[in-house]
């Protein structure tokens, strides 16, 4: 999981401006192992429907996947994205604290090509 920094306002899938620090820390892990590809898991809390809580994940694996091709120089087919929607979340959904903590993304660092299990 990125730093809290990382965390996206309630209901926006734009990174915020601290993120780039985050990321630029991603972007290292990569420069140092080249063999690997990246999987970007997006997440919400479960406010509001199934259905645009899935598509906000989406977008919130979109926008961190976009930053690392388009300003971190990362290979955009190294890259690959899932989205969960509220299915996992780390916290507690009943307060804000918590829901703060599962508007989030995921980075993990896979073998190349790997095959992505389902969760």
Known sequence: MLPSSVLFERGDSNLKAEATEALSIV??????????????????????????NLELSMKRARSVSDY??????IPANRIRIMYYGERFPIASNSTEEGRARNRRVSVRFLPRKAKIAQK
Do not use: R, V
């Not at 972007?27 to 645009?52: A, F, M, R």
């Not at 690392?68 to 120089?73: D, E, S, W």
């Open 27 to 52: 972007q290292d892990i990569y420069n140092k192992s080249k063999n690997k590809d990246i999987l970007i898991e997006g997440h919400t809390y479960n406010l509001g429907s199934p259905e645009y």
């Open 68 to 73: 690392l091709a388009h300003k971190m120089g």
